[in-house]
T-cell receptor
């Protein structure tokens, strides 16, 4: 079974631009979550989508948005990029059913650098 | 608000040693706790998931325990190998936070040959 895939793996953008990251979950998984990882803040939760609906949201500004398609693939968009948005963005997929047993599987991440 | 702490931040041991990594959390109302490993510049690999009703889980040389009442989990690694060198992260899903994983800052493990 193929794992979680993320594209692109690396991105370099300049301040003020916008960026779209993509995540393809494990086949059969309906939940996709996004996390931001930085050296200073560690891993922080952005949002979670389940069956094309945002089910949970972390404490990030509105510049961070996402969506999920009918095939469970998800995209994350960041508008008006700031230097502080430089990070490793990870997505995780899971079945999305019982929270108690729901193992989350992570992709390799997209490394975003904002200049 | 759930807070997860991992101590120590870094650990170096000789090959073959058994070791324990510690994780503590402030809110005992959790659905589960997961242990992950992260290699430099890579994503996270899920190692073990312990449900809130369980006390421990085992996979090969790894054993994770959970004590909700004291807000602690430990990851025991037996007969460590250089290939075990990585950052180990624990994370939990709290009952009040839907499906959001709250992570600790990790323990960077180095196993010396």
């Amino acid at each position: 079974k193929a794992g979680v895939t993320q594209t692109p793996r690396y991105l370099i953008k300049t301040r003020g631009q916008q960026v779209t990251l993509s995540c393809s979950p494990i086949s059969g998984h309906r939940s996709v979550s996004w996390y931001q990882q930085t050296p200073g803040q560690g891993l922080q939760f952005l949002f979670e989508y389940f069956s094309e609906t945002q089910r949970n949201k972390g404490n990030f500004p509105g510049r961070f948005s996402g969506r999920q398609f009918s095939n469970s693939r998800s995209e994350m968009n960041v508008s008006t990029l700031e230097l502080g948005d430089s990070a490793l963005y990870l997505c995780a997929s899971s079945l999305g059913l019982a929270a108690t047993t729901d193992t989350q599987y992570f992709g390799p991440g997209t490394r975003l650098t904002v200049l | 608000k759930q807070e997860v702490t991992q101590i120590p931040a870094a650990l170096s041991v000789p090959e073959g040693e058994n070791l324990v990594l510690n994780c503590s959390f402030t809110d005992s109302a959790i659905y589960n706790l997961q242990w992950f490993r992260q290699d430099p510049g890579k994503g996270l690999t899920s190692l073990l998931l312990i449900q809130s009703s369980q006390r421990e889980q085992t996979s090969g040389r790894l054993n994770a325990s959970l004590d909700k009442s004291s807000g602690r989990s430990t990851l025991y690694i037996a007969a460590s190998q250089p290939g075990d060198s990585a950052t180990y992260l624990c994370a939990c899903i709290s009952s009040g936070s839907a499906r959001q994983l709250t992570f600790g800052s990790g323990t960077q493990l180095t196993v010396l040959p």
